[in-house]
């Protein structure tokens, strides 16, 4: 689940895509959780998203925010 604040200062339209890798327990990179959202103009927005496809501790999976990789497109 993602969640939190974003503003965008600008005078367009951005979207932010967050990209988080998952491990198995005997250390392999399995997937990744994955969010967008988009913010208009010299706006503010609360960011509650969850991905299809959750983490599942019970299967030893574990997220390395480490690795997290972000990606902004300006429109």
Known sequence: MFTGQAYNKTKKRIRIMVSIPVYDPQG???RNIQTEFTIPANEKIRIDTTDNYALDP???EKPNTAKATYRVDVF
Do not use: A, D, V
Request: glycine share 16%; no cysteine.
């Open 58 to 60: 019970s299967k030893g």
């Open 28 to 30: 392999y990179h399995s």
